[in-house]
């Protein structure tokens, strides 16, 4: 008589099954190869585009990327070109945006992987109502073999391919990201040199392994008594990445494993100090389901100091004075730090990046994706699909022609 075994549950795998599952996915899934990859066509291209203003048509992994990286940069440099972002069905928003957008002096990228993204699509349908599109003003950025893309070779646009292997919300660093940027003025050299460092690391098992691996096992190890993830960034310019993870995470993890169990780490992205006056008191005294990665900034390159002398009736807050900001912002953040310390029962990490520049907001989105990577091999689900957001996206187009 034989003996019949049957389970509904998955043993965590150990972190060398993990990494040579890893291995084996470099063969197939793209976005590991994109830090190897050669700029000379996209930096020669940007070189050519004259216009100011650069306006970005897209949804999603389609423009979160590039916007987390153009706005970490935004305030610490001296941007000749503009970016707009238009990625949004949203009436009042769109003509808002449109408002600050010479149409004559603009250069319209528009990004859709499927090349039939319904919101990227309705806008860019719109803003042709409003100006002529021709190969002087636009460019593609899709996969080939798509309505948009045949749309850019009829109409003789240029046409980056993303590349059928690199999904959407891991494409930052694909023409997706680095066309706009490259256009105005970014280094996209050093922000693949970022990625390279994280790459490389991580797969010559030093620094980046250590640290994605034990983290990564960390969450799944924990992920039912901390399904809820907070990265709390001490700057105001990573609000976009905090966006960015959001997706990242949300829309990679939240899935049906291999035993149709079900999966997920809720992201939660703040921004230190303005929300220690609001979700900090949720962490510090709600419910204990909640880890916390701090973000800081070694160097922001900027001496501005509170001075002294300018406001009369403050005594009390002379200890202030001649503080750099910069000083400040951190020292918050390490007070809020040695809080969430003191209760014992608040797992938290800490990331520092160098400075506020290209290499180091590419380390860190290069990190979290390749960390998104080994959660999804520790639970066993499929990373890169999104099943419930596409069913929605089947919905809606059945409503829409039913009108």
């Known amino acids: 008589m034989v003996m019949e075994y049957y389970k509904n549950f998955y043993q965590i795998k150990s972190n060398e ?51 987390a990286i153009y706005e970490f940069l935004l305030t610490s440099n001296d941007y000749k070109k503009k970016l707009h972002f238009l990625e949004t069905t949203d009436p009042l928003y769109i003509n808002h945006k449109l408002d600050f957008v010479d149409l004559n002096d603009a ?32 460019i593609i950025i899709s ?4 309505p948009l893309s045949e749309f850019a070779n009829n109409q003789n646009i240029k046409l980056f391919n993303i590349g059928n292997s690199v999904g959407g919300r891991f494409s930052a660093f694909s023409a997706v990201g680095l066309v706009p940027l490259a256009i105005i003025g970014v280094d996209i050299d050093e922000l693949l040199s970022g990625c390279k460092n994280v790459h490389k690391s991580f797969f010559s098992k030093e620094k980046y392994y250590k640290l994605i691996m034990e983290k990564a096992r960390f969450f799944v190890e924990n992920k039912n008594r901390f399904n809820i993830n907070i ?17 990242l995470w949300g829309e990679s993890l939240g899935k049906l494993n291999i035993n149709k169990t079900r999966q997920g780490l ?8 303005n929300d220690q006056h609001s979700f900090l008191q949720l962490v510090m005294d709600g419910n204990r389901d909640k880890t916390l990665t701090f973000i800081k900034i ?17 005594n009390e807050l002379g200890y202030i004075d001649n503080v750099g900001f910069q000083h400040l912002i951190n020292k918050q953040a390490d007070a809020t730090i040695s809080s969430i310390d003191e209760q014992k029962d608040i797992p938290y990490d ?54």
Request: aromatic fraction near 10%.
């Open 107 to 138: 250069l319209f990228l528009i990004v859709s992987k499927s090349g039939s993204t319904i919101e990227t699509i309705s806008i860019f349908k719109y803003i042709s109502s409003l100006v002529k599109i021709d190969e002087e003003n636009t």
């Open 231 to 247: 990265v709390l960034s001490y700057l105001n310019s990573l609000e976009g990445f905090n966006k960015w993870y959001i997706q």
């Open 350 to 403: 800490i990331i520092t990046l160098d400075g506020v520049d290209e290499k180091s907001i590419a380390k860190l989105m290069y990190m979290y994706q390749m960390l998104t990577s080994c959660v999804g091999k520790f639970v066993q689900i499929d990373t890169y699909n999104q099943p419930g957001v596409e069913s929605g996206k089947k919905i809606l187009k059945e409503i829409l022609k039913g009108k």
């Open 298 to 314: 070694n160097d922001f390159k900027d001496e501005t100091k509170i001075p002294e002398n300018t406001l009369s009736g403050f």
């Open 266 to 273: 809720t992201p939660i992205g703040l921004i230190g100090p």
């Open 17 to 67: 099954e993990i990494f040579n599952e890893i291995e084996k996915e470099k063969e197939y899934i793209g976005y590991y190869d994109l830090p190897f990859q050669d700029t000379v066509e996209i930096k020669n291209y940007a070189k050519k585009i004259k216009q100011k203003h650069i306006v970005i048509v897209g949804i999603g992994g389609s423009t979160s990327g590039t916007k």
């Open 143 to 146: 996969d080939e073999k798509n």
